[in-house]
């Protein structure tokens, strides 16, 4: 048996494909000799002649030969001739004629094997491009590349919009090309999370929105409703049907999908165990751009140590190990770092997983946090410190302190006046920590101890600092509270932390060129938050149900009227009034079920909304979230995808493994 193995290049990404002549089948039988022609009989005595002797018969035609068969069949990862999948093409004679190439008949074996990656010096980096979900997901892009392909190419010249540039496609071959040339033309790229942003939150934000502008509402569009290309992403984890944040954005980061509450690491990890984090480590999109020459930063509302920031840097076998006080001692003495030392120490750690590697670290961190960073000890508190001690770590390190004196060039802020002070064009390197944990719900900014920025002014510090670099930049900015506020059970929360992503986003559009910056703007995850009723046409989002036709509340079959917005479990009902701090729900013990709500206004910031299923804090939800992006690359968002595609278009867009790829060999 004649067995050999082929490589083609394409495979990985654009499918397998090969190209096989069948055997040839075998050859017709020899045809039978003419039987030889009787003698003449003897001539008698004066009698006549004698009859001639018959002819002899024709010999049978031969049997046709057997005909050749070809089989072909898929090969999964893992398999030992081909060990990133392929396909195995097996041929031979159907010497039995029953139209089955039979093991007995099989005469060659060819293997078209998709190819294993080998040319890079970090055993992390293999272990991702080998990965099953990095392998399936970079297909899922070829897939949405060919969508786009069959959407734009035509028989006949014609002019169509990529990202607000015209171009002209002919036929598909011309979009092929067209599509290939995008590849690698972004200089910048923004990764934009609105945490439990889930596609109910953008909705009603929407609508609110709308309403406050004057209008009925439905109509209008938040600013990543108007980008061009958008899709749908599947959230769940390797092992959750509902996820969580840290292996979500683990997915975005590093395009493999990964366990709930792990960061940066593949699912072999077990969560909690430090001696599992070695080997199963990911390299994420943040970490590729700073190999490639790129200056990158991080920007959340959350604590910059919570999980989705976290992801975007650091690897951990758990989550909530944002300072030394969260771990337990034997992951200490096992050598796992917490979190908050990671990010301080990004530099060193990445330079040291390769050889010869020399960066500059990240340039912009902007969030909250400031506890996991500073050491149990009241001295090192900051000036708007909210508790008596604000720091809780326990090994007596000040990573603040440590981080100034490893970065002489740097800016450390904490408060709006020392952001506001921050020149971007010459400050290399800024690091900003505005709150003790989480920075502050959007409508309760202003009751912030010494002021803290929005979410849209740290995007626009974070991009006039990061664009300074010629080689462009990579930026993830997160709006971590949209999720605080519906695990609080509160909407109206949500949808204003939601208003100030969507202000985030448009600022970002404002100050970048579609031509070569990628904006990408998802979530991690939904919450079980629901748009409920039969409302009339602009009846206020927040407020009570109104039929159409009708002017007073709708009531249920209990008599009572029920809100638009409600959720599925959580503390339920509250009546807070002007209490702009979504937290303050915790304060007291579930109140779920129907209220009656009739005197209650329910569009105060203080209104919490009923719900069914008691539970100490609203979960999040299974359904698949939305991908809206604009510049280049943002073509191949469509359909729906799994999650760890994101990465994926990140990386066609500005080809950040190829860069990272030629600095490390």
């Not at 195995?88 to 099989?106: A, H, M, Q, W, Y």
């Not at 014609?158 to 690698?184: F, I, K, P």
């Not at 034997?330 to 050598?335: E, K, L, M």
Request: negative net charge; aromatic residues 6%; contains cysteine.
């Amino acid at each position: 048996m004649n067995l050999f193995k082929l490589s083609i290049i394409a495979i990985a990404v654009a499918g397998l494909s090969g190209c096989f002549l069948e055997g040839d089948d075998g050859s017709d039988g020899v045809d039978g000799v003419n039987g030889v022609d009787g003698a003449d009989g003897s001539d008698g005595a004066d009698g006549s002649d004698g009859n001639d002797g018959a002819d002899g018969s024709d010999g049978q035609d031969g049997s046709n030969g057997a005909n050749s068969l070809t089989v072909q069949t898929s090969l999964e990862v893992g398999n030992e001739n081909c060990p990133n999948s392929g396909v195995r093409f097996d041929s031979g004679l159907d010497t039995n004629g029953d139209g089955v190439l039979g093991d007995d008949e099989i005469t060659d074996t060819n293997y078209v094997c998709a190819p294993g990656v080998s040319q890079v010096a970090t055993g992390e980096l293999l272990t991702s491009l080998n990965n099953d979900w990095f392998v399936s997901a970079q297909a899922e892009v070829e897939n949405n590349k060919q969508v786009w392909m069959q959407a734009t190419g035509t028989s006949t010249v014609s002019t169509t919009s990529v990202n607000n540039v015209s171009v002209q496609a002919v036929a598909t071959d011309d979009a092929q090309a067209l599509a290939e040339s995008l590849r690698g033309t972004a200089k910048n790229v923004i990764l934009f999370v609105g945490d439990g942003m889930g596609i109910s939150t953008v909705t009603a934000a929407r609508i609110l929105e709308g309403q406050m502008n004057g209008l009925d509402g439905e109509e209008y569009q938040l600013s990543f409703d108007k980008f061009p290309f958008s899709g749908l992403s599947k959230t769940y984890n390797v092992d959750a049907q509902t996820p969580d944040s840290a292996g979500t954005m683990t997915a975005m980061m590093s395009g493999i999908k990964t366990d709930v509450g792990v960061i940066g690491v593949d699912e072999d990890i077990e969560r909690g165990e430090c001696s599992t984090v070695s080997g199963n480590e990911l390299v994420t999109a943040l970490e590729l751009a700073e190999i490639a020459g790129k200056s990158t930063g991080i920007v959340s509302t959350a604590r910059i140590t919570h999980a989705t920031p976290a992801a975007t840097y650091a690897k951990s076998a758990d989550r909530n190990w944002e300072d030394i006080s969260d771990m337990p001692e034997d992951a200490v003495t096992a050598g796992c770092e917490d979190i908050a030392d990671q990010l301080v120490n990004f530099e060193s750690n990445l330079e040291a997983s390769y050889t010869g590697l020399d960066i500059d670290g990240i340039e912009v961190v902007m969030g909250g946090g400031r506890r996991h960073f500073l050491p149990n000890d009241a001295s090192a508190n900051s000036p708007d410190a909210a508790s008596s001690t604000e720091g809780d770590r326990t090994d007596g390190r000040n990573l603040v302190t440590e981080w100034q004196s490893m970065y002489t060039n740097g800016v450390y802020v904490y408060d709006q006046s020392g952001f506001d002070g921050v020149d971007t064009e010459t400050t290399e390197r800024l690091f900003g920590l505005f709150n003790e944990s989480h920075m502050q719900y959007e409508a309760d900014r202003g009751n912030d101890i010494a002021g803290e920025p929005s979410i849209a002014e740290m995007t626009e510090t974070a991009i006039n600092i990061l664009d300074n670099n010629d080689e462009g930049f990579f930026l993830m900015v997160e709006s971590g509270r949209i999720d605080h506020a519906h695990h609080a059970g509160n909407a109206y929360g949500a949808l204003h932390d939601t208003m100030a992503f969507a202000e985030a986003v448009a600022k970002a559009d404002e100050l970048t060129d579609d031509s070569d910056t990628l904006i990408i703007v998802t979530a991690d995850h939904g919450h079980v938050f629901t748009i409920a009723g039969y409302p009339k046409r602009g009846n206020p989002i927040l407020g009570k149900v109104v039929n159409v036709g009708e002017e007073d509340a709708a009531t249920a079959s209990d008599g009572t009227p029920y809100t638009t917005l409600g959720y599925t479990n959580g503390l339920g009902y509250r009546n807070l009034g002007d209490e702009t701090n979504s937290d303050a729900s915790y304060l007291e013990a579930a109140d779920t079920g129907r209220k009656d709500i009739t005197d209650v206004d329910t569009t105060t910031p203080g209104y919490h909304q009923e719900a069914l299923i008691p539970l100490g804090s609203e979960t999040h939800s299974g359904e698949d979230v939305g991908i809206y992006a604009k510049g280049p690359g943002a073509f191949l968002v469509n359909g729906t995808n799994e999650q760890s595609v994101i990465f994926h278009v990140m990386d066609f867009a500005a080809d950040f493994v190829s860069d990272a790829d030629s600095v490390v060999e």
